[in-house]
């Protein structure tokens, strides 16, 4: 996506008007114009100029934001968001009032309360016109914005809310400046009846009064939405200016533009570490409160790796630059809440479409009105007060504001949590889904296999048995090997050398250490060397139940007892399942693994569907079936979970994950805690509720507003409205979406006392008319390969069995049929060959 600075915008049907300006350019495959951050994003294969020519030909300026040189275009962006606006605004309004006040005092404290006026001008009603006329031309001067680019709408035929202030305000002092044309000829004429007359008929101070309410509004509105980005500004300004490199063994400070990777650079406490890299030398604590949110600082040391604009407390680091520029953690947080400020929601184009006639339908209202009165009788005066009202009481601004600045605010909450959102879309729907799928493997569960139990046989210590597995198992390869290293280091055991060390490929290792013969594997596999005890085995299968892996060791045919690994939940995953599920949502957990495990965490963790034994294909094809349904999202972080994060309707990719699985989400969460799933949720429904209550507001004020302004009431009720009444309530109509969208900020992500539960119920996931079903078998008896081959091809010959899978390592078949079969036949086949079926699940 190309990101473009757009100027000269003022309200929601310019940006309107720029979109669809753009997207006539051939090549540009979408456009999406942020009224709020003045930016817009362009996708396609269409030239940069014939995009900026467009623009400019919707009577606009624009300009490309060059993303090469990541440093300088972040200060060009923080720029970009700075408030450059209200300090202009202020000046106008200051020196506005100036005049204001001293036309007011001539027009209203004169005329109504019988101020004293200098003698020159005792009973000189025609110089009195004069000042005033003079006055109000200072004013409209002052606030000659307005009219530049309201007319230039006209002239585009584009009209915009500039168009209806310029038009109430103009024609208020043209209108006046005919009247004072009247009073002179009627002064010359000695008509005193007709010079007061015409004294009342002059509008100088509304047509000031507009501009000025017009200009408190919209700086209040421009303050208010400076506020919207000071979460991206913050983290912006967290980007380190300047990094201290080391060249030919000297340090230099270079600007941070000139990093690249694979330099290396030092940082001493209390300096900002400017880009992300691994130590090389040293160790300290770093305070990663600017990206994690946690305040207590994270001890590194050699082989760690350091992000940008984290902070180190101590130590002195020297580390090796991995990623720089936009590629640094910091960078990408940035660039996600930028892009997403820069896409619309859904529900956006619901106002878009509103706003992009707004403009003209009040035109056309406020001239059918000044008919009306006209044709009821009334006085010119009276029909035009009526029509300016009805000009500058209509606000499109709020419409246009409604949704972006709700959007804006959230994205940098969701920042500020760690939880990105790449898209206004995504953030919108995110908060519908009905159904969760979890990846179970690192998203669920930690990713890194633990040791979880140590059952020592009898004769042997805890101790004894690790000692002999840390032997065995150093020189394996295996993730369950490096476990029980993990362990046997926290223990401090001593590294022995083993010789002879042989794997048995899907039964064990064995080795011989000092003579002594060491065995390690499967219950099988040391059932050859040494006599096991009904009593292990019977702990062995209730680990197993557990989701664990049991492990067993024997020295010199002598059982020495069993390890347990298992991938070990996260300490959050129970919580924030039960969390999803009090908000409505169905959660389900997929895996590749076998069912009895998956079935174990499934239930430990509380999830209301497990789907085990699933091949990265068929996990996408199982979020296409949940979509039959309803909404899903899918959570994951593999490059496995990749096309399953895509077919959903919503990707979350758990931030520690891979580059693959975060390319492929529509959120990332960088903490890489599931508790984050239900706050991102929880989120975005706060802020769809708050856009609600934005569009709202903005439709109710101008549905109540247009018809007062316009005199509707005024003959059931004699309800009139002054112009300048009308100018307020539009200054202030904007100013209240904003502020309303500001509350944002202070919304609880992990607060669940307000969760809502949404009505939905799931439906089994695999009926009859599923062309492909599967079938998992638990099996028990099965010892080597040639037991799982016996075993599929009982399976595999009948004719609705596609496919069979058989683990004697897991003790499963997974069976793929092509039409529904009693399962009563397979379990029957399979113990005629001499094995034991002791439960089935389909998924």
Not at 444 to 471: C, F, S
Not at 780 to 802: I, R
Request: charged letters at 20%.
């Amino acid at each position: 996506m190309e990101q473009y600075t757009v100027t000269g915008m003022s309200c929601a049907a310019c940006s309107n008007r720029v979109e669809k300006a753009v997207s006539k350019v051939e090549g540009v495959t979408s456009c999406s114009v942020s009224l709020l951050t003045n930016s817009m994003g362009v996708e396609g294969t269409a030239p940069p100029q014939a995009v900026i020519d467009a623009v400019k030909a919707a009577g606009y300026g624009a300009s490309l934001q060059n993303g090469s040189d990541s440093g300088k275009q972040q200060r060009a962006d923080a720029d970009a968001l700075e408030d450059h606006e209200t300090p202009v605004l202020r000046k106008r309004l200051i020196a506005s009032l100036v005049f204001l006040i001293v036309l007011m005092y001539f027009s209203m404290g004169h005329m109504m309360w019988n101020w004293p006026l200098p003698s020159i001008l005792e009973g000189n009603h025609v110089a009195m016109g004069l000042i005033q006329l003079l006055l109000t031309a200072a004013v409209m001067v002052i606030n000659q914005k307005f009219f530049i680019s309201g007319f230039r709408g006209l002239l585009h035929r584009a009209p915009n809310m500039d168009t209806l202030v310029a038009l109430g305000s103009g024609v208020s002092f043209l209108y006046s400046t005919c009247a004072l044309f009247a009073m002179t000829d009627a002064q010359v004429k000695s008509d005193a009846d007709a010079v007061m007359h015409y004294m009342h008929e002059f509008y100088f101070e509304s047509a000031a009064m507009i501009l000025t309410l017009i200009t408190v509004g919209k700086m209040l509105e421009t303050r208010a939405k400076g506020k919207t980005t000071n979460a991206l500004k913050s983290l912006m300004k967290l980007a380190p200016k300047t990094a201290v490199l080391l060249r030919n063994g000297k340090e230099i400070t270079v600007p941070i533009e000139q990093v690249r990777k694979g330099d290396q650079f030092v940082v001493r406490a209390g300096e900002n570490i400017p880009v992300d890299g691994v130590i090389l030398e040293g160790a300290g604590a770093v305070d990663e409160s600017a990206l994690t949110g946690e305040s207590i600082p994270v001890d590194k040391s050699e082989g760690d790796a350091v992000s940008a604009a984290t902070i180190s407390q101590s130590g002195f680091l020297r580390c090796e630059a991995t990623r720089v520029g936009e590629d640094t953690t910091l960078s990408q947080i940035i660039r996600m809440v930028s892009d997403a400020a820069a896409t619309k929601a859904p529900i956006a184009k619901i106002a878009d479409r509103v706003s992009g006639v707004f403009v003209p339908i009040v035109i056309g209202i406020a001239l059918i009105t000044m008919i009306v009165w006209l044709l009821t009788g009334q006085t010119v005066g009276y029909a035009l007060a009526r029509s300016i009202s009805v000009l500058v009481i209509s606000c499109p601004c709020a419409l246009g504001l409604a949704t972006p600045v709700a959007i804006m605010v959230a994205n940098g909450v969701g920042a500020k949590h760690e939880i990105l959102f790449k898209t206004a879309e995504s953030l919108e729907e995110t908060g519908k889904v009905q159904m969760i799928a979890l990846d179970k493997t690192g998203t669920i569960t930690q990713g890194t296999p633990k040791v979880t139990d140590l059952l020592p046989a009898n004769g042997t210590t805890e101790e004894q048995l690790l000692a002999l597995a840390y032997a065995l198992e150093r020189k394996s390869e295996h993730p369950l090997a490096k476990a029980i290293l993990q362990k046997a280091e926290e223990a401090q055991l001593p590294a022995e050398e083993v010789q002879e060390f042989q794997v048995h490929a899907g039964h064990g290792l064995s080795a011989v250490q000092n003579g002594t013969a060491l065995y390690g594997g499967n219950l099988a596999f040391i059932q050859s060397y040494a006599a096991v005890s009904p009593e292990m085995e019977q702990a062995a299968e209730q680990l197993s139940e557990d989701g664990k892996t049991p492990l067993f060791f024997c020295r010199d045919g002598v059982f020495s007892g069993i390890i347990a690994v298992a991938d070990v939940i996260k300490a959050d995953s129970p919580q924030a399942v039960r969390e999803l599920q009090n908000m409505g949502i169905h959660v389900v957990m997929l895996t590749g693994d076998n069912t009895r495990t998956a079935n174990a965490i499934g239930k430990q963790v509380g999830v209301d569907t497990v789907i085990a034994g699933v091949l990265p294909d068929g996990k996408e094809a199982v979020i296409r079936k949940l979509k039959q349904q309803g909404k899903v999202a899918m959570v994951g972080d593999g490059i496995n979970d990749a096309p399953a994060l895509t077919q959903a309707d919503i990707g979350i990719a758990i931030g520690a994950g891979t580059d693959i699985a975060i390319d492929a989400a529509d959120v990332v969460l960088m903490k890489s805690r599931l508790s984050d799933v239900p706050a991102a949720i929880r989120l975005s429904r706060a802020c769809l509720r708050n856009i609600h209550e934005n569009l709202f507001w903005a439709f109710l004020y101008n549905v109540i507003g247009i018809p007062l302004a316009a005199g509707v009431w005024i003959p059931l009720f004699g309800w009139q409205l002054n112009p300048m009444f009308g100018a307020a309530a539009m200054s202030l109509s904007s100013f209240c979406v904003v502020t309303n969208a500001l509350r944002l900020n202070w919304f609880r992500l992990h607060r669940t006392d307000r969760d809502k539960k949404l009505k939905f119920h799931m439906q089994p996931i695999f009926t009859q008319e599923d062309s492909t079903m599967k079938l998992t078998l638990n099996i028990k008896g099965m010892m080597c390969g040639h037991c799982e081959a016996t075993v599929k091809k009982c399976l595999e010959a009948f004719p609705e069995v596609e496919q069979a899978e058989v683990s004697h390592e897991a003790g499963t078949a997974v069976v793929s049929l092509n039409q529904e079969i009693d399962s009563a036949k397979l379990k029957e086949a399979v113990e005629k060959q001499g094995y034991k079926v002791t439960g089935e699940i389909l998924g």
